[in-house]
Structures are given as C-alpha cells and as structure tokens.
Nanobody, 125 residues
Framework: QVLLVESGGGLVQAGGSLRLSCTAS????????MGWFRQAPGKERDFVAAITSNGESTNYPESVKGRFTISRDNAKNTVYLQMNSLKPEDTAIYYC??????????????????WGQGTQVTVSS
C-alpha cells in the first residue's frame, strides 16, 4: 500500500497561482500512474489531471486544460499540480490518487486504488 500526502493548498485571489504537491511513502511512486481530483461542497469528485508512471503522457479535462499542469519527480517520490489563472470555481478540496494501471492517465476515479486526505484550495473573487 502507498501512503499519499498532499500539500500546498491555501487561499489565493482569482488569477493567481498555486502548486500542489503529493508525496508518497511506503512504496515508490514510480510504479503508479497518478491523478489529481477535486471536490467542491455539495458536488461530485471531478477529474483534474493525470500522468503515467513514466511521465510521458498526461490527461486533462477541458475545464483546466492550458491552466493546470501535472508533473512528477520519481526520484523525490512526488507529483505536482501547477495551477495558474485560478478561478473562483476552482475552489475545492484537491486529492491526489495512485493507480496500479501504470500506463493509463485515467480520468475515472474508480481506476485509482490509493487516495490522499486532500488539501483545500480557495480562490477568492
């Protein structure tokens, strides 16, 4: 089992940037595809970004494409989510997740086997 811990959330004004980090322990992150999801109050958990285990392929929904970038540093056992041009509708708890489907940057939460506890991102208008 891999343990995931997110960090980097906070309060930012619209148009600002944040970088989230997800650090793994107990297992090397390099054997997992990784994803970021978010959940706003009263809403379902939504896909934000995903990356294959080797970092060669990524996947984003249209809502964040061009604004968010997922990356990973397997040597540091860490995955990042760089978020630029933030909007109030980006406000949510952000979760990182690990998938044993190594080469699939899946947008489906059911394809992920391990989840972090989440970090709050709040974007003020």
């Amino acid at each position: 089992q891999v343990l995931l811990v997110e960090s980097g959330g906070g309060l930012v004004q619209a148009g600002g940037s944040l970088r989230l980090s997800c650090t793994a322990s107990a297992r090397p992150l390099s054997i997992y595809a990784m994803g970021w999801f978010r959940q706003a109050p009263g809403k379902e958990r939504d896909f934000v970004a995903a990356i294959t285990s080797n970092g060669e392929s990524t996947n984003y929904p249209e809502s964040v494409k061009g604004r968010f970038t997922i990356s990973r540093d397997n040597a540091k056992n860490t995955v990042y989510l760089q978020m630029n041009s933030l909007k109030p509708e980006d406000t949510a708890i952000y979760y990182c997740a690990a998938s044993r489907n190594t080469y699939s940057p899946s947008s489906q939460s059911t394809n992920y086997h391990y989840w972090g506890q989440g970090t709050q991102v709040t974007v003020s208008s």
